[in-house]
């Protein structure tokens, strides 16, 4: 099972920033580094033609640098809050780009369509992590976990949610009538309904169309 946890080599330095003790080779959002110490190299991590046509088309994407050597590192990321998820094998999680931070070179990840988002041409697209290690993630204020059961099936805004455990069933859910959408609604319309066994990682806060932009 994927859980939150401190994983080898990672750790919270405190609500701002990560920790990394190097000993190889890591990957980090480009331009999270805001200290170091030690033998370390930082370098822009490709992705490749497929990556960048992937990226073209569906907006998500991770522009990353591998560092490597021996040393400590220190990431951070426009002062938001930093946790990290334990990634174990056989478990996948999905991310929003924009809230990856750093994370171990032993995991992968590639660009993938939300299941069930029920948007023409498209829809909501995420990053896939597998393999076994920590993924360093952030976001505004604290998160929030939220466990799934078949019997309790967690409805979270689209613009909130940060990831999730890819054994969770994805679908739209509109819980507002036509007849109140018309009227000008209550602002929440629709929601991403997840349901199975697994957690959803969920910002405090909705993401701002200007904020949006920026990532």
Same mark, same amino acid.
């Given at each position: 099972m994927v859980q939150p946890a401190v994983a080898p080599g990672m750790s919270v330095e405190?609500?701002?920033?990560?920790?990394? +003790?190097?000993?190889?080779? !890591?990957?980090?959002?480009?331009?999270? !580094?805001?200290a170091y110490r030690g033998d370390l190299v930082f370098e822009r991590k490709g992705q490749g033609v497929g990556g960048m046509l992937k990226r073209a088309v569906t907006g998500e994407g991770l522009p990353l640098m591998a560092v490597r050597g021996q040393g400590?590192?220190?990431? +951070?990321h426009e002062a938001q809050n930093c946790f990290i998820v334990d990634v174990e094998p056989g478990d996948h999680f999905?991310?929003?780009?924009?809230n990856v931070l750093c994370f171990d070179a032993s995991l992968s990840y590639e660009i993938k369509t939300v299941k069930g988002s029920g948007i023409a041409g498209g829809g909501l697209f995420n990053s896939v992590f597998t393999g076994q290690g920590g993924l360093g993630l952030v976001c505004d204020g604290n998160p929030l976990v939220i466990p799934?059961?078949?019997? +309790?099936?967690?409805?979270?805004?689209?613009?909130a949610v940060v990831g999730w455990t890819t054994q969770l069933?994805?679908?739209?859910?509109?819980?507002?009538s036509i007849g109140? !959408?018309?009227?000008g609604g209550s602002g929440e319309a629709v929601q991403l309904m997840l349901q199975g066994e697994?957690?959803?990682?969920?910002?405090?806060?909705?993401?701002?169309?200007?904020?949006s932009q920026q990532h």
């Open positions: 405190n609500a701002k920033c990560i920790k990394y +003790a190097v000993n190889g080779e !890591m990957y980090a959002r480009q331009g999270a !580094m805001v400590e590192a220190w990431f +951070a999905t991310v929003n780009g924009r799934v059961s078949e019997q +309790a099936p967690v409805y979270v805004d689209t613009d069933r994805t679908s739209l859910h509109r819980s507002q109140s !959408m018309l009227r697994g957690f959803v990682v969920v910002r405090p806060s909705e993401l701002t169309p200007q904020k």
